[in-house]
């Protein structure tokens, strides 16, 4: 690009320098020249030209805000730059923070009324790594510390806000699911061992073909 | 068929149960509170041959359990404390519990599945490589009850022959083991062993472990879930990430530490 440099060529350069997501606010605030709605225009012009061009970047919509970030197909190499894995949150600490998520705020004593478990030394963590925050005390004996979840939480779940929380499946779905789970750990097509532990809605009951061995069941590859 | 209890899968009671009556493919609304009692109880004698705190709460629910049990056993007039009126189901509010738990625990499955579609994502200067290095993630009891298990089984099948065992005690073991963990500080779970093939030394050596990891003299980390889990000499540890809170005086809840009456940012 030589000489004026094109409202994506500002836009793309923002981003690679930000260290957070910039909310559109700010980005607009910098064009000076264009409106709310003119600056997410561009945003998304800037996203389908880089996806064009087949680079290895993409704009990313995350936790209020937008950024660069690498495709996911580059992943693998981008890994072995890195040689760290990045570290999964452990199963008490996903199911500490889905009850904060959804619950916000809540007291640590609240949490642990559903988890059956105390819950110290995972909010410890998940402190520790800021996916949770203080919002103040609840007026109540003791005024008990309440909880929410933070920016970070958005960022580490790829959410631009909590909105983007999938839905509680509601209790009288529950209620079926255990049928459905039965039925599914005794059935014939248990052979892979996929995770079988997430059961998932949309899967359609009774569907067992038996015509066709080698194709395996759609499933969430990881 | 043998049935097989891995109590380290799971998150707590509810969880448990929770698998029981899943694996007994019994109806959640209306769960035959005999038999999931009497499999329940069953899973727990495992745990309770440790003698753990951990069981605490996995006692509560048993002794729930009983407590519903007795109650369905009784003719409903004598159930009721004078309070006439429609009798309510004594497993009622387990069923309610389930039900909650189940739900986040579902969702806690969802977000296990953002969170590994995110991570697919890099960015510029993420920070977290250098927590990576000490291991971020605490290790729970869980987690480490499941290593120890492992240990365990493996030792059975060894060393079948137990010769007659000479004095052993925690004390002991617990200034040998900070004796090591001083000239080897991130020391991983498994080689805590490997000089102890016996299932009585092994025992020793744990318990010592959780008298170290109690008073904070020592901090267990992993990476991630499954990951090795590495023993860390705690001095050094609070050295290297300056972080003051990371003795937990039992009880004491995190937010009344750091910051009183504060109001959020």
Redesign the interface.
């Known amino acids: 690009m030589d000489g004026e440099p094109d409202r994506l060529g500002i836009l793309e350069a923002l981003l ?1 320098v930000a ?1 957070e997501p910039l909310p559109l606010g700010k980005l607009q605030e910098i064009l000076e020249d264009a409106d709310a709605l003119q600056t997410e225009a561009s945003l998304r012009d800037l996203a389908l030209r880089l996806e064009g061009e087949g680079r290895g970047l ?1 704009v ?1 919509e995350v936790a209020g805000g937008f ?6 197909e580059t ?1 693998a190499f ?1 890994q072995k730059l ?1 040689q ?12 500490t ?3 904060i ?2 619950r916000q705020p809540i007291t ?1 004593s609240e949490i642990e009324a ?5 819950v ?6 998940l ?3 800021e996916l949770i ?5 609840k007026a109540e004996a003791g005024r ?2 309440l ?1 929410g979840t933070s920016t970070q939480f958005l ?5 631009k806000d909590l909105g983007d ?2 839905t ?4 009288n779905e ?2 079926r ?3 459905e ?2 039925a599914g ?1 005794v059935g014939p097509e248990q052979s892979d061992e996929g995770p079988a ?3 998932e809605p949309a899967r359609e009951a009774g569907r067992t073909t038996e015509a066709e061995p080698d194709e395996p069941p759609a499933s ?1 590859h ?1 | 068929m043998s049935f097989q209890i891995k109590l380290d899968m799971f998150e707590g009671p509810l969880d448990l149960l929770l698998h029981l009556i899943r694996e007994h493919q019994v109806d959640i609304l209306d769960i035959p509170i005999a038999s999931i009692t009497e499999a329940y109880l069953r899973s727990l004698a495992v745990m309770q041959e440790l003698d753990l705190d951990v069981a605490g709460e996995y006692l509560l629910m048993a002794a729930t359990l009983i407590h519903i049990k007795s109650k369905m056993l009784l003719p409903p007039e004598e159930s009721a404390e004078g309070e006439a009126g429609e009798e309510e189901d004594p497993r009622a509010e387990l069923v309610s519990r389930l039900l909650e738990y189940k739900k986040f625990k579902e969702a806690a499955q969802t977000l296990g599945l953002l969170e590994s579609e995110a991570q697919l994502l890099h960015r510029r200067g993420a920070p977290a490589i250098d927590l990576e290095v000490e291991g971020p993630l605490q290790v729970t009891m869980v987690e480490l009850l499941r290593a120890f298990r492992d240990i365990l089984t493996r030792a059975e099948t060894a060393a079948p022959l137990e010769i007659t065992p000479e004095e052993l005690n925690v004390g002991q073991r617990i200034v040998m083991l900070v004796d090591r963990l001083a000239l080897e500080s991130p020391l991983e779970f498994g080689r805590l062993f490997s000089d102890s093939p016996r299932r009585v030394e092994i025992i020793v050596t744990f318990l010592a472990l959780l008298e170290l990891l109690r008073r904070g003299l020592a901090s267990a980390r992993q990476v991630e879930a499954l990951a090795p889990i590495m023993i860390y000499r705690t001095l050094e540890h609070e050295e290297s990430t300056g972080s003051p809170e990371d003795s937990p005086a039992r009880g004491e809840s995190v937010g009344a530490a750091g910051m009183p009456e504060a109001s959020p940012a």
Not at chain 1, 84 to 95: D, G, H
Not at chain 1, 114 to 118: M, T
Not at chain 1, 133 to 137: H, L, N, V, W, Y
Not at chain 1, 155 to 159: P, R, W
Request: avoid cysteine; glycine fraction near 6%; proline fraction near 8%.
């Open positions: 690679f260290e993409m990313q950024r660069l970030a690498t495709r996911p992943h981008v890195q760290v894995k990045p570290a999964r949150l452990s199963r008490a600490a996903l199911e923070l889905a009850i998520a959804y640590r559903i988890r059956g478990v105390a110290d030394g995972v909010m410890r963590t402190l520790e790594r925050r203080m919002m103040g005390r008990p510390m909880y960022e580490h779940f790829g959410m929380l999938p509680l499946r509601e209790i529950l209620i699911a255990p049928e789970e039965a750990a532990d997430a059961p969430s990881n």
